[in-house]
């Protein structure tokens, strides 16, 4: 085997290791919430006794999950997209600063800023034992990621000149937000919110502290099942959120694969321009 | 066009800026005072937790530089069938929260852990480490892989092979190459995949939190503070800390190298 | 295909000058009048400020305190660009990506509320004004650049606009694409008889399409003019040497000729301190044998350009270019007798 060859195996092993490393706990943990009997192994046989049961009773748990989510979604786009706007348009220092701004809950660790909000408003019961309370850690944590995805699209395109193309045509701002902004961000508005319902459905750091026993999500319900139940039930919780997260990951990944490029006509024969 | 940005201004103004004040001025009306802010260096626990934090983020951020480098340059470079899936098998667990991962580490590594097993198949004693520093560092690893690789994997694709080429026309062998012009050329990636990596490991909670609450890493430490202890200035004061730290970090890699942000944990 | 029937406007800069939030003045206090129906060139090398004019004519940018602009005998200096009716092809197009050819040309009908037929009609007219019908559906990444150029134009003529503004529009073709859009765009301005301003810093595109050249330097203008006042009669060293190529020679003036290191040459345009004289290659030739001849040197080197021959001539000190015909032959260090047509003779 030439050297290059050799290397190349060596490296392929290798990855196919760190492969198997992320990989095989996935795949356990799935398997462990459909075994009969853990402890036994997969001779005990599959059963989805174990599903059944944390469904039935962890449900509101996934639905409050689920509902926050979409509401974080909601919020993130209603703020997310016109600051967006705003940075694109605004290349000045205090664009950076506001980006810098949106950045820091994300930067600063979940427990900080849980804290923070349980100190500020704990007093206020009625906010306190909301599932509100909840959203708001969960809007402050992705709101970056929505701007980011959104801005990055809106900066790739000459949106200046855009603008000034359709204000030459007649539109005013409002037109020109709705005709020609907003659809020209529509990749990054899709991936934003991916992004912003994966990241909203896997929270945990702020949520265990700002969370009450009626407002349980689905992570928190699962720190529990770890805690103090059979590996099975904890097992088949994780299995439920796997199948709500994995495919909301691949639709990330797919969105995040380049397109291929389509195929310019030649300018130089000027009468291809005039065939069918 | 400032109107846009009025409700995002008002929403961070009173739950993050106004919070995040107020959390600092608790933070020195402990029983310590303002003292509190350096209880981090002076009191022996804080400071024991510190520096077992710091040493699992730094050991973390080293091995998955390592495993992320190797693995995401091969990926880039060599286009074989399957190199897509594997590409999409590494990034999947992106976003997955610390606690699923704590949760799999005792899958692995715990009493009933597949290691366990395998272990005691082949030697008789079984290897638990689940509950462990060990543990804890194989989680972050864990989680720490799927981002590090993407950053690798966008920095040697605009890597310039005709600089290798030069390289190689000059003489130097497939390590020199490797040593003299692909390592120097990642370096920006280097810095900013590890600054990240170092900061979300020195801020995450949930990995620790699944493992046990008698492993001392500050979010822990301040976790306890707070429900058990109840003293919430100390906690206020420690977690503002951490925070700094982080942001610290965060923004020396930003400078460093573009723009990447942490994420979960 | 109707002819434009909006009256062509007549635009006027009363003291524009327009300094930017950076500090930077990009264009000095300047009077500009532009006759309806006109078409005015902008040109110069960047940063001279004729981009910074389109765009105060346009109403992208307001002009510093004190400059006004008149439509007509409207002062329309506070208006913003979406009241001026003004159509404007931007350097990069600004082909709106989300919508197809179609949908971009009759945006600015869509605007203005037209009703669909109406819109579906006007729209297949600029299709085929441009000679663009098969693109309708086409979107805007899938055609070419040419192409593209030619939806941009059928866009800002399809709202008929009083004027038509033109930032640099064939900057981004090849060459042999920019001359055969320059010949389409000289006749489609002609046949619609609409106010133009036109910014460019390619001088062959500004003389092929201008009724009017304003050269333009640092924010001021350096010489108004036809084509040919221009071109033979510069007012300045700058526009000189920035319009075509222009030959110096030193010398001066010694009874009725002026005599230079290499020969001399017939002046009769007074008798002032002439230190420079000046003259374009087509005034100059290679000198056959036995002709008389004013100057001589020996030829530095040669380019065969297809329909002619530009020769460098090194003149005892001074390098001239001169034109030759085609299939001449020149040898590098040839000696060389050069005739200049006195007619083409200028000082500055």
């Given amino acids: 085997m030439t050297t290059s060859r050799f290397l190349f195996t060596l490296q392929l092993a290798f990855t196919l290791a760190v492969c198997a490393f992320l990989v095989v706990p996935v795949v356990l943990s799935m398997l462990a919430g459909l075994t009969a009997n853990y402890l036994v192994g997969l001779s005990s046989g599959l059963t989805l006794r174990w599903v059944i049961e944390v469904w039935s009773g962890y449900r509101d748990t996934i639905f409050l999950s689920l509902g926050i989510s979409v509401a974080c979604l909601a919020v993130t786009l209603a703020l997310g997209v016109p600051t967006a706007y705003l940075l694109a348009r605004s290349r000045n220092r205090l664009a950076r600063l506001i980006e810098e701004l949106l950045v820091l809950p994300v930067a600063m660790p979940g427990l900080a800023t849980a804290l923070a909000l349980i100190v500020t408003y704990g007093v206020y019961r009625g906010f306190r034992t909301s599932w509100t309370f909840i959203l708001v850690g969960h809007v402050l944590f992705t709101l970056a990621f929505m701007v980011r995805s959104v801005l990055a699209v809106l900066s790739a395109i000459d949106l200046k000149t855009l603008e000034e193309g ?61 805690a103090s139940l059979r590996l099975e039930i904890g097992s088949a919780y994780t299995l439920i959120f796997f199948l709500m997260i994995i495919p909301l990951l691949l639709g990330l990944q797919a969105l995040s694969r380049p397109r291929p490029s389509r195929f310019i006509p030649d300018d130089s024969d000027p009468t291809a321009e005039n065939r069918p | 066009m400032i109107v846009l940005f009025l409700p995002t201004a008002v929403f961070f103004a009173a739950f993050f800026i106004l919070p995040m004040c107020r959390l600092f001025l608790i933070g020195g009306q402990g029983a310590a005072g303002w003292a509190a802010y350096a209880a981090i260096l002076t009191d022996a626990n804080y400071f024991n937790a510190l520096v077992a934090t710091f040493g699992v983020a730094v050991a973390t951020t080293a091995v998955t530089l390592a495993i992320s480098g190797i693995a995401g340059v091969f990926l880039q470079r060599h286009k074989f069938p399957g190199n897509a899936a594997l590409v999409a098998l590494l990034t999947l667990p992106l976003a997955f929260p610390g606690v699923v991962i704590g949760f799999m580490v005792i899958m692995l590594a715990g009493r009933q852990g597949l290691i366990g097993m ?81 900061a979300t490991a020195v801020g995450a909670f949930g990995t620790a939190f699944t493992l046990a609450t008698r492993i001392n890493v500050l979010p822990m430490v301040i976790y306890t503070e707070f429900t058990m202890s109840a003293n919430i200035s100390m906690a206020a004061a420690l977690s503002f800390m951490l925070g700094a730290v982080t942001w610290v970090v965060l923004a020396l890699a930003r400078t460093a190298a573009g723009s990447t942000v942490a994420a979960a944990g | 295909m109707n002819p434009d029937p909006a009256k062509p406007l007549a635009i006027r800069l009363q003291s524009c000058a327009k300094t930017f939030d950076t500090g930077v003045r990009a264009l000095e206090p300047m009077d500009l009048a532009i006759d309806a129906g006109e078409t005015l060139v902008l040109l110069g090398p960047s940063g001279c400020g004729k981009t910074t004019t389109l765009r105060l004519i346009a109403g992208l940018e307001r002009p510093d305190p004190g400059g006004k602009v008149f439509f007509d005998d409207r002062e329309v200096t506070r208006e913003s660009i979406e009241k001026r009716n003004v159509g404007m092809v931007f350097q990069s197009y600004a082909l709106f990506p989300n919508m197809t050819v179609a949908e971009n040309i009759g945006y600015g009908l869509r605007i203005r509320r037209v009703p669909a037929a109406g819109q579906r009609a006007r729209v297949s007219e600029m299709l085929s004004m441009m000679r663009i019908e098969p693109l309708a559906d086409r979107r805007v990444d899938q055609i070419s650049g040419g192409q593209r150029q030619r939806v941009a134009l059928a866009r800002a003529l399809a709202v008929q606009p009083r004027a038509l503004l033109l930032d640099e529009p064939l900057t981004s073709l090849d060459a042999q694409l920019r001359e055969t859009l320059r010949v389409e765009i000289n006749l489609l301005l002609r046949r619609l008889g609409i106010t133009t301003v036109y910014v460019t810093h ?47 020679l030193p010398g001066e003036l010694v009874g009725g000729r002026f005599q230079c290191a290499c020969g001399s040459l017939p002046w009769s345009g007074g ?55 085609a299939r001449c032959t020149l040898q590098v260090g040839q000696a060389v007798r050069l005739r200049v047509d006195a007619r083409g003779l200028l000082a500055l």
């Fill in chain 2, 118 to 198: 395998v272990t005691e198949a082949l030697t008789g004693d079984r290897l638990v480490f689940a509950y462990s520093l060990a543990g804890l560092f194989m989680g972050y690893v864990y989680f720490s892989i799927p981002r590090t690789i993407l950053t690798v994997m966008a920095a040697t694709e605009k890597l310039d092979p005709r600089i290798e080429e030069a390289a190689r026309s000059l003489g130097a062998s497939p390590w020199r190459v490797v040593f003299d012009v692909i390592v120097p050329g990642l370096k920006p990636a280097f810095i900013s995949a590890g600054a990240i990596c170092f």
């Fill in chain 3, 271 to 325: 008798n002032g301190d002439i230190r420079e004289l000046l003259f374009r290659p087509e005034d100059v030739r290679i000198a056959d044998d036995g002709e008389d001849a004013d100057l001589s040197g020996t030829v530095a080197a040669a380019f065969f350009v297809g329909d002619r021959t530009r020769v460098l001539v090194d003149a005892a000190g001074s390098q001239l270019v001169a034109e030759s015909p």
């Fill in chain 3, 202 to 248: 390619d001088q062959t595109e500004a003389m092929a399409l201008g009724d009017r050249i304003i050269v333009m330097s640092h924010g001021r203008v350096a010489q108004t003019g036809t084509p040919r006042e221009i071109y033979h009669h510069p007012a300045s060293a700058f526009v000189a040497d920035f319009i075509g190529t222009m030959n110096r």
């Fill in chain 1, 166 to 226: 359709a204000a030459s045509l007649g539109a005013r701002f409002g037109q020109r937000f709705f005709h020609i902004v907003l659809p020209n961000c529509r990749n990054g508005i899709l991936a934003g919110s991916l992004m912003v319902v994966t990241l909203s459905m896997g929270e945990f750091n702020m949520t265990w502290l700002l969370h009450t026993p009626y407002t349980k999500t689905l992570p928190v319900g699962l720190a529990d099942a770890y």
